[in-house]
Structure formats: structure tokens, C-alpha cells
């Protein structure tokens, strides 16, 4: 298996031999040798598809849509599947209808909905005419749930068997299918109406009697789910018991698909991308290459609600020109006491928003934890600020500049922790997701308000 290490060295290789062959790909018909594009169409073929996504998202776009035209139409599906959703709108786009609906029609359910919101309405509106009326029904099924719910990520690739057979009967049924399918750990045993009864783990079956019945050897406390559960506690639940694979049943207990580990993992990686977005600001996983114009649409949002705030903090510095006048000691020591309530705030924010993703905090608790993080920031405060207070006296000469140093950490330090704990609660509480602008509002009020506290009590007690 190869590290990841190998896996950058090997894009890092990929690349060395792919882009000269783009090159001469440019060139005019007349100069362009068939050996090289043999040679370039040779080497796509022989990657993984997650390799060759690794590869278009690495290219300007030019260049990727050159490489894209050497990709076989029967691996296209697969391949938009594994690259980002900024470098797959570009390539949908210059795909013709026919290509795209040739594409979807080579997956499966589950993952024609991962592909669905991304297709034009009559690619996908043809797409639902080519498919069956079971396939029809299921992707219907998983494209009804959102995003953060287990429906959206449940696959129907399952293996079923009854209660009544002996163990050596659901082998020989499992021979005759020939091929299971992927991260089968677990058969479902159902009854004739597709009511769910238990699961039999692999590892039990192959060390117990064949002659035992299944209702003997079978488990009926399994972890099961169903379609409108959220997909966070889902995850969880994958990551507490260890598991491969679960049932998704219904409101009556009837089988309807199963979650992996490998879905689990991709919508982890997934929020988990979207909160490193949107806690600096980002409203949307950005394309490398893509456009100064879409890059400036995809930023602007947070830097405006930025400037407004800093337009707010100069004014505060506005107010105490004539105290800044006087001592102009406070010029150069406010940025600290706005700097670290600053990084305070949003180490405060980030416990806070893991603590609600896992589902870790509630009203029950809520007392304690303002509590413990208040007490964090107080003696944070006062070590920190004490430390900065003797290097103020021991610059300036000036006990009193000094403790009015420690004293605004000290404050500004609180003042992060209590906004750093509400701020993820209150935009939870609007349903909204507390990640998104979190560093950028909790920056914004430590900056004001640092300014605010020190400036102040320099104001008070210097003047």
C-alpha cells in the first residue's frame, strides 16, 4: 500500500511526464508525433482514477482540458467523481450532453447523486428516463435527503439472507453470486417482507458450525440507521464501534440500503474542507486556476463584513487620538492586546465548534463551560499580561503603563472567551453553520474591543 509520501511523489512523476507531452499536444496537427499521444493516452489508462483527478486539478485550465480529451469515455463517471466540485464544473462545462449523459450511466445509484446537482436539468431529466424503475426510484430516493443526512450517503449494494437457512446454505448462495460487494463485513438477515432481523458478521460465519441455523449465529444488536438521521452522528457512531458497514432501515424497520466507511470518510473530509473555508471566510471550495473574476466572487463576501469591522476599530482609535497624542507608547503596544485576544478567541471558537460538531455540548454543561473557559482566559490573562506589563515598564519606564497593559489583556482575554463560546452558539441556535465567518467576527470584536479596553484605561489612568 503507499504512503502518502509516495502518493505526492508519484502526482510529482505523473506531472514530469504528462505536461511535455501536453506541449507538444499544443502544437499544430503537423508537428505533434501519434507516438506521443499514444504515449500520453498509455499513461492515463494505467492510473487510478483518484490519480488522474490528482492530475486535472493540478493543471491550468487549458492544459486540463487537453488532458481531459485523453480520458476514455467509459472511465469519465468515475473520474468526476473523485475530483474536486470547482475543477468538475469545468469539465461538465465543456462537455456536450451525450458525453455527460454516457457518463452518469455507467455508475450507480449512490453515486449518480453525488453527480446529480452538478448536471444540467435536461442531462439529468434524460438521465432519469435511461435508468430502470428500480434504479430510477433509488436515485429519487437519495437525491430527496440533504446533504448531512444518512439517505443522501446510503448505497443499495447489499447482500441479504434469511433466518431459517444454516450457515452452509448462505455460503453456497454467496459462491454462486461470485463477487460481493465492496467492504462487505456483514451479511443482513431479513425476513420475506425485507424486515431487518440482524447481521451476520463474515468473521463469525467462517468459525462457526455450517450446520448451525443463521438465527443462532446472527447479532440483533446491531447499529443501524435510518435515512433522515444526521450524517455528523452517523460518523460518530462509524468511529465508537469501529464500523465497516451499517443497515439503513426505514420507519417500519424495512431494509433500505446500507452506509460505509469509505462514504463516512468521504463526507468527513469533505466538512471538514468546508469548515477550514468557511472559518476564513471562503464561501466555496476554490479552483486553483480558475478565473481572477470567480476568485474575487468567491472572497469578496467576508472582506467586505472585514472592512466594515476594521472601519469600526479605527474609529475606536478615533476617539483616544489625544490620549494616543501623549503617549505614543500606546501606538505600538495596542496591537498586542488586540493580536493575542484575537488568537485567544479563536482557539476559544474552535474547541467550541468541534464540541457542537460532536455533538459534545448542550444546555446542561453550558454553565460549566463558560466557566472553565473564562477561567482559562483570566489566568492567560494575567500571566501573559503581567510578562507584557514588565516589558512595557522596562521600555518605557512607566509602572503605571505597565499594569494598565496587564490589566487590558486581562479584560480583552475575557472578552474573547465569553464572544469565542457565543458567537458558534448563536449562529447553531439561527441554524446556521457555526463555522462559517467564525475567525472573522470573533477578530473583529477582539480588535474593537482590545483597542477599546486599553485605550481606555490608558485614557483613566496615564492622563
Not at 460518530?236 to 458497514?245: G, I, K, M, Q, S
Not at 497624542?325 to 479563536?346: C, D, E, F, Y
Not at 444546555?363 to 490573562?381: C, D, F, R, T, W
Not at 472573522?440 to 484605561?457: E, K, N, P, Q, R
Amino acid at each position: 500500500m503507499a504512503e502518502i509520501q509516495e502518493i505526492k511523489e508519484s502526482l510529482s512523476v505523473n506531472l514530469q511526464q504528462i505536461i511535455p507531452l501536453l506541449e507538444r499536444y499544443k502544437l499544430e496537427d503537423d508537428y505533434a508525433h501519434p507516438n506521443d499521444m499514444g504515449e500520453l493516452q498509455t499513461l492515463l489508462d494505467d492510473l487510478h482514477p483518484a490519480d488522474v483527478a490528482d492530475l486535472l486539478e493540478a493543471l491550468p485550465i487549458e492544459d486540463r482540458l487537453n488532458l481531459w480529451e485523453f480520458v476514455k469515455a467509459d472511465r469519465d463517471g468515475e473520474i468526476l467523481l473523485e475530483v474536486s466540485d470547482a475543477v468538475r464544473q469545468t469539465l461538465i462545462a465543456d462537455m456536450d450532453s451525450s458525453e455527460l449523459l454516457a457518463a452518469a450511466e455507467q455508475l450507480d445509484a449512490d453515486e449518480m447523486a453525488d453527480l446529480a446537482p452538478d448536471l444540467p436539468k435536461d442531462v439529468l431529466q434524460d438521465l432519469m428516463e435511461s435508468l430502470d424503475s428500480q434504479n430510477r426510484e433509488r436515485l429519487q430516493s437519495t437525491l430527496s435527503y440533504p446533504d448531512n443526512a444518512v439517505g443522501a450517503l446510503m448505497d443499495f449494494d447489499i447482500v441479504t439472507i434469511r433466518e431459517d437457512i444454516t450457515l452452509e446454505v448462505a455460503l453456497r448462495y454467496l459462491r454462486r453470486l461470485g463477487k460481493l460487494p465492496d467492504l462487505t463485513d456483514k451479511l443482513f438477515v431479513v425476513d420475506r417482507n425485507d424486515i431487518l432481523l440482524g447481521i451476520l458478521p463474515l468473521k463469525r460465519m467462517v468459525v462457526s458450525d455450517l450446520n448451525a441455523a443463521v438465527i443462532d449465529v446472527m447479532a440483533v444488536d446491531a447499529v443501524y440507521f435510518h435515512p433522515e438521521d444526521i450524517a455528523d452522528e452517523a460518523a460518530t457512531a462509524f468511529e465508537r464501534y469501529d464500523l465497516v458497514t451499517a443497515p439503513v432501515v426505514d420507519a417500519n424497520n424495512k431494509l433500505v440500503g446500507r452506509i460505509t466507511v469509505d462514504e463516512v470518510m468521504d463526507y468527513i473530509r469533505d466538512e471538514s474542507e468546508s469548515d477550514m473555508l468557511s472559518m476564513a471566510g471562503l464561501r466555496e471550495e476554490e479552483d486553483f486556476f480558475a478565473s481572477v473574476w470567480k476568485s474575487v466572487q468567491n472572497r469578496w463576501a467576508w472582506l467586505a463584513i472585514n472592512l466594515i469591522t476594521a472601519l469600526v476599530a479605527s474609529r475606536v482609535i478615533g476617539l483616544f487620538e489625544g490620549s494616543i497624542q501623549k503617549i505614543v507608547a500606546l501606538a505600538a503596544l495596542m496591537p498586542i492586546v488586540a493580536g493575542i485576544g484575537g488568537n485567544s478567541g479563536n482557539q476559544t471558537t474552535t474547541m467550541i465548534v468541534r464540541g457542537l460538531a460532536l455533538g459534545q455540548i448542550a444546555a446542561h454543561n453550558m454553565q460549566s463551560l463558560i466557566k472553565k473557559e473564562l477561567g482559562v482566559a483570566l489566568i492567560n490573562g494575567v500571566f501573559w499580561g503581567g510578562m507584557l506589563g514588565v516589558i512595557a515598564f522596562a521600555l518605557y519606564g512607566n509602572y503605571k503603563l505597565g499594569l494598565v497593559m496587564m490589566a487590558a489583556m486581562t479584560l480583552n482575554l475575557l472578552l474573547a472567551a465569553i464572544m469565542g463560546v457565543t458567537i458558534p452558539l448563536i449562529m447553531t441556535k439561527l441554524g446556521r453553520d457555526p463555522a462559517v465567518g467564525s475567525s472573522v467576527l470573533i477578530t473583529a470584536v477582539t480588535d474593537s474591543g482590545g483597542f477599546f479596553i486599553f485605550l481606555g484605561l490608558a485614557t483613566i489612568f496615564l492622563m
